[in-house]
């Protein structure tokens, strides 16, 4: 590979093209980092650094003061070993362009999380999951410059604190890892997963029970096109609210008033509430604050209409979370990163 040129310094960028939530916002700095050795030449943090990936989990709710790093290293490696296939994917890389690689050669257990935007250096940062699977499942270990010692450093999976929409990269160590490449174990033998709910209707309905890697793949494409808006039309960040984990007595007492709520056990035994059926409930779907608002086809999905600013956003954010804490007293956290002054 020819030696790389230095990275590109943007100052005083436009961001709001970098983001899927379109807001308007400026920062300081913007890197853009196409090859690992660039990194060499990245100064120390003087004041705050942000990683950015596809931008489809982060808002910028005021312009950033610091230096932006846009990640977009590329380069894909597979490795035999045995009945697993390691694949190495540069942080840069799409998502779903790996994906859709990884079913093209026959490697299994990602198809479950085909179609979700963005970067494959966010993934492990919050765990990503979609359909029954997350990533933590097939992740073996990834490769990060450590902003704090300078050194490269190597994270297998018990060293990155996944949890549901978690990972230590999104609470105690925030900021302090650029991640640079991801290794993942796929396998050759398709198992489908199957189980959650509209996932097996929607194989019903087209007559693939027992479905092959690509009908289970279109099937996942065609729910998450139903679903979700895409970004390039109308700006989302996707599922704007996690998912609240309760013990598993406060959730009984919800369920027997609520008996409707949709809910999903957790390994450690406490329960996954729906939050978009708290927020349609309340009759926020399809509701607007300015020209931010909640999708009209799925509540937990809020939306940029054209000219929102970060003050609609966040008064949207307030009603919604105060309303669902008033009426079930539980109170909804956002799932992307909001950043900015
Ligand atoms: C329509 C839509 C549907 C979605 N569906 C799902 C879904 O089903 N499941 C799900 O889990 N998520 C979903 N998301 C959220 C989002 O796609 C994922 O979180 C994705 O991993 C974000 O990737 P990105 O590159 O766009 O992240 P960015 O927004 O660019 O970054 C997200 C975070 O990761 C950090 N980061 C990015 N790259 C690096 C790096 N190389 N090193 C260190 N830190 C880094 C950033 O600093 C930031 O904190 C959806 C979003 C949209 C818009």
Same mark, same amino acid.
């Given at each position: 590979?020819?030696?790389?040129?230095?990275?590109?310094?943007?100052?005083?960028?436009?961001?709001?093209?970098?983001?899927?939530?379109?807001?308007?916002?400026?920062?300081?700095?913007?890197?853009?980092?196409?090859?690992?050795?660039?990194?060499?030449?990245?100064?120390?943090?003087?004041?705050?650094?942000?990683?950015?990936?596809?931008?489809?989990?982060?808002?910028?709710?005021?312009?950033?003061?610091?230096?932006?790093?846009?990640?977009?290293? +590329?380069?894909?490696?597979?490795?035999?070993?045995?009945?697993?296939?390691?694949?190495?994917?540069?942080?840069?890389?799409?998502?779903?362009?790996?994906?859709?690689?990884?079913?093209?050669?026959?490697?299994?257990?990602?198809?479950?999380?085909?179609?979700?935007?963005?970067?494959?250096?966010?993934?492990?940062? !919050?765990?990503?999951?979609?359909?029954?699977?997350?990533?933590?499942?097939?992740?073996?270990?990834? !490769?990060?410059?450590?902003?704090?010692?300078?050194?490269?450093?190597?994270?297998?999976?018990?060293?990155?604190?996944?949890?549901?929409?978690?990972?230590?990269?999104?609470?105690?160590?925030?900021?302090?890892?650029? =991640?640079?490449?991801?290794?993942?174990?796929?396998?050759?033998?398709?198992?489908? !997963?199957?189980?959650?709910?509209?996932?097996?209707?929607?194989?019903?309905?087209?007559?693939?029970?027992?479905?092959?890697?690509? !009908?289970?793949?279109?099937?996942?494409?065609?729910?998450? +096109?139903?679903?979700?808006?895409?970004?390039?039309?109308?700006?989302?960040?996707?599922?704007?609210?996690?998912?609240?984990?309760?013990? %598993?007595?406060?959730?009984?007492?919800?369920?027997?008033?609520?008996?409707?709520?949709?809910?999903?056990?957790?390994?450690?035994?406490?329960?996954?509430? @729906?939050?978009?059926?708290?927020?349609? +409930?309340?009759?926020?779907?399809?509701?607007?604050?300015?020209? @931010?608002?909640?999708? +009209?086809?799925?509540?937990?999905?809020?939306?940029?209409?054209?000219?929102?600013? %970060? %003050?609609?956003?966040?008064?949207?954010?307030?009603?919604?979370?105060?309303?669902?804490?008033?009426?079930?007293? =539980?109170?909804?956290?956002?799932?992307?990163?909001?950043?900015?002054?």
């Amino acid at each position: 590979m020819p030696a790389p040129r230095e990275a590109e310094v943007v100052r005083d960028a436009d961001l709001s093209r970098l983001s899927t939530f379109r807001l308007p916002a400026r920062a300081a700095e913007l890197v853009v980092i196409e090859h690992p050795d660039q990194l060499a030449g990245l100064a120390p943090p003087a004041s705050d650094e942000l990683v950015l990936g596809g931008g489809s989990n982060t808002v910028f709710i005021g312009d950033f003061p610091g230096r932006v790093v846009l990640d977009r290293m +590329r380069g894909l490696r597979f490795e035999e070993t045995g009945d697993t296939v390691r694949v190495s994917a540069a942080a840069g890389e799409n998502w779903h362009r790996l994906v859709r690689e990884c079913l093209r050669r026959g490697l299994h257990g990602i198809e479950n999380l085909a179609m979700i935007p963005g970067s494959v250096g966010a993934a492990p940062m !919050q765990n990503i999951g979609a359909y029954g699977i997350e990533l933590a499942e097939c992740f073996e270990f990834l !490769q990060a410059l450590d902003r704090r010692s300078g050194e490269m450093v190597r994270l297998e999976r018990e060293d990155c604190g996944f949890g549901y929409r978690d990972s230590r990269f999104k609470s105690a160590d925030r900021g302090r890892f650029l =991640i640079t490449e991801v290794s993942l174990g796929l396998s050759r033998n398709f198992r489908p !997963q199957t189980g959650y709910a509209s996932l097996s209707e929607e194989l019903a309905r087209v007559g693939a029970v027992d479905p092959t890697p690509r !009908q289970l793949t279109a099937a996942i494409m065609r729910l998450r +096109r139903h679903r979700l808006p895409d970004p390039g039309r109308l700006a989302n960040s996707g599922s704007f609210f996690k998912n609240p984990v309760l013990a %598993a007595s406060d959730a009984e007492a919800l369920l027997a008033e609520y008996p409707a709520l949709p809910h999903w056990p957790m390994p450690d035994g406490r329960a996954k509430l @729906a939050a978009a059926w708290m927020i349609e +409930r309340l009759g926020w779907k399809g509701r607007s604050l300015g020209d @931010a608002g909640v999708y +009209r086809n799925h509540a937990l999905v809020l939306v940029n209409h054209g000219r929102a600013t %970060a %003050a609609d956003l966040l008064r949207l954010i307030e009603a919604i979370t105060d309303s669902v804490e008033r009426h079930f007293g =539980i109170r909804l956290e956002p799932e992307p990163m909001l950043v900015g002054r």
